[in-house]
């Protein structure tokens, strides 16, 4: 169905695609639409191709974790699915239904390594390419990193300040 405001007979329809892959449906009909007698009135719909306003943040956001599992704050305006890849290959999880949160364990857990998380939305007319975000996998918390690197490199304030700004940098790519 396409419209519940067209009750009546319905006839001439059209249907175009456009180069977002929305279907555009336009008939005529006789409902006494909002009491405009039943003469031919001309309905209109727009069906979009795939979700809108699309995002994926790991852990609200932060550098780091400690922990292989993970949680998710999704966005996706539209979306009924959505599916999961651990990093940035590999093989897409199967489609769930749509949910603003989930919790998924890291590829791995290698100390000190980045990981990705990628996530695709979908609706009945079509899905969204992948988005991801990324996060740095700590198995020792940040105080510990910095005073064994510090000892190691003779305890110098630079090392500790250099190391403290390079786990707090992250990359982020959201589209």
């Known amino acids: 169905m396409v419209s519940t405001e ?3 007979h319905s006839s001439s329809p059209t249907i175009a695609l456009d180069g977002s892959g929305n279907v555009h449906i336009a008939w005529t009909d006789y409902t006494d639409y909002s009491g405009s007698g039943t003469d031919h009135d001309i309905f209109y719909k727009k069906l ?3 979700p809108l306003n699309l995002s994926i943040i790991i852990n609200n956001g932060d550098a780091s974790t400690d922990s292989t599992l993970v949680n998710l704050t999704l966005s996706a305006d539209g979306a009924t699915e ?3 890849r651990n990093g940035t290959t590999g093989a897409w999880t199967d489609w769930e239904p749509y949910a603003t949160a989930k919790q998924l ?3 791995g857990s290698t100390n000190n390594m980045e990981y990705s998380i990628c996530v695709k939305f979908r609706i009945a007319a079509g899905e969204t390419s ?3 975000d990324s996060i740095l996998y700590l198995a020792l918390p940040f105080a510990i990193i910095i005073a064994i690197i510090a000892a190691i490199a ?3 304030l630079a090392v500790s300040i250099t190391i403290i700004l390079l786990i707090r940098k992250r990359r982020r790519k959201v589209q």
Do not use: Q, V
């Open 154 to 156: 003779g305890g110098g």
């Open 130 to 132: 992948p988005i991801c």
């Open 48 to 50: 979009r191709s795939s």
């Open 105 to 107: 364990y890291l590829e």
């Open 82 to 84: 959505m599916c999961f």
């Open 6 to 8: 067209s009750t009546g």
